[in-house]
C-alpha cells in the first residue's frame, strides 16, 4: 500500500479493475485507490461525492457527521450537518461552491454554504407530498447552465426544475414504465447543451430530456442505473446491482465499455468527475469512495 496526498492508494492488479469489459483490453479506468476518511467519523453507507470549483471532495454518508470535505489533495478538513439527515442520498456542488444535498426520508434538499452554514431547504421536513413545495424521496439533482435546478423526485416519479432562488418553474414525469415516466427518478445529469439524462432506475433505462422535459430517448442493454455523469462526449453510469460502470456515447446512447464487478466495487452509487480524469465512485455496500483514472494517463501523474 502506497500513502499519497490523503489518499490509500492500493495497487490493483489489472483483471480485478478490468472486472467486465466489451472488448478485449484494459477498461477506461483503473483505480488510484480509496480517499482516506478519519477514524473520527462514524463511517455508515457513503451515497454521494462532489467535487467543488477549487478541487475540494465533499462526501455525503449515513454516519456522524453525515457531511465531510476534504481538500483538493484529499486531505479531511472538517465535517458537519449532525442530526440533520435520517437518510442522506444526493450531493452536488453549484458554481458558487454550495453545498446541495438531499435527504429521502426527511423528504428534503438542504443547501449549505462552502463554509457548511446551512443556508436553505427545499420540500417541508417529514412530510412527503408533491406539488411546488413538496417532495417524496428526492434523491439527486444537477444544476443548468443558467442556475437552474433539477431535482430527481423519486418518490414521485417526476423531475421538478426550480430557479436558482428555490422559485417553482414546471416539472414532468409520473410513475410508470413509459416515456416520461420513472420506476425511480434516482440519478440525473447535465451536459454542456443542459440535455438532462434520468437514471430511471427500476427501468432499467436512462431517459434523455430537453431542459424543458420533452422527451428525447431512452436508452438500455447496459443494465440497472444508479448514478450517472457527463464526462466529455459520454454519460457515464453506475450500477448498484451488477456493480459496474458503463459508458454510453452522448450522441447515440450506444455503450462503448463497461467494467468493474463485484470484486472492484461493492454497490457504485452516485458519482462526480473532476475534469482532470479522475472519476469518484461511492460505494454503498463498501462504505468508500473509490477514486478512478482514466487508463491513458498513469497512476503517478498529478
Known amino acids: ?125 417529514g412530510e412527503a407530498g408533491a406539488g411546488e413545495t413538496r417532495f417524496r424521496s428526492p434523491d439527486d439533482l444537477v444544476f443548468a447552465a443558467n442556475g437552474d435546478i433539477y431535482i430527481a423526485d423519486a418518490g414521485n416519479g417526476r423531475i421538478v426544475r426550480l430557479s436558482a432562488a428555490g422559485k417553482f418553474l414546471g416539472q414532468w414525469g409520473s410513475k410508470g414504465k413509459g416515456e416520461g415516466e420513472f420506476a425511480a427518478a434516482h440519478g440525473i445529469a447535465i451536459d454542456a447543451r443542459d440535455r438532462i439524462y434520468v437514471a430511471d432506475r427500476g427501468n432499467n433505462r436512462i431517459q434523455v430530456f430537453s431542459r424543458e422535459g420533452r422527451f428525447l430517448a431512452a436508452w438500455s442493454g447496459f443494465g440497472n442505473p444508479f448514478g450517472a455523469v457527463v464526462v466529455g462526449d459520454e454519460l457515464i453510469v453506475s450500477d448498484g446491482d451488477a456493480h459496474t460502470v458503463s459508458h454510453l456515447r452522448l450522441k447515440d446512447g450506444k455503450m462503448s465499455a463497461q467494467w468493474g464487478g463485484s470484486e472492484t466495487l461493492q454497490l457504485p452509487h452516485l458519482m462526480d468527475h473532476d475534469g482532470r480524469g479522475r472519476l469518484y465512485v461511492t460505494e454503498v455496500a463498501g462504505k468508500r469512495v473509490q477514486i478512478f483514472r482514466r487508463a491513458e494517463q498513469s497512476l503517478g501523474i498529478k
Request: aromatic content about 10%.
Open 1 to 125: 500500500m502506497e500513502r499519497r496526498a490523503g489518499f490509500r492508494v492500493f495497487v490493483l492488479s489489472a483483471a480485478l479493475v478490468a472486472g467486465v469489459a466489451l472488448e478485449a483490453g484494459a477498461p477506461p479506468y483503473s483505480s488510484e485507490g480509496f480517499l482516506e476518511i478519519p477514524s473520527s467519523v462514524a463511517l455508515e453507507a457513503v451515497s454521494g461525492v462532489a467535487l467543488g470549483p477549487a478541487g475540494q471532495v465533499y462526501v455525503l454518508h449515513r454516519g456522524e457527521p453525515p457531511l465531510l470535505a476534504f481538500d483538493k489533495g484529499g486531505k479531511y478538513s472538517r465535517g458537519w450537518g449532525q442530526g440533520l439527515f435520517a437518510v442522506a442520498h444526493g450531493l452536488r456542488v453549484d458554481a458558487q461552491g454550495n453545498i446541495w444535498a438531499t435527504d429521502n426520508k426527511l423528504h428534503v434538499v438542504y443547501k449549505f454554504s462552502p463554509q457548511g452554514e446551512l443556508l436553505q431547504t427545499l420540500g417541508e421536513k
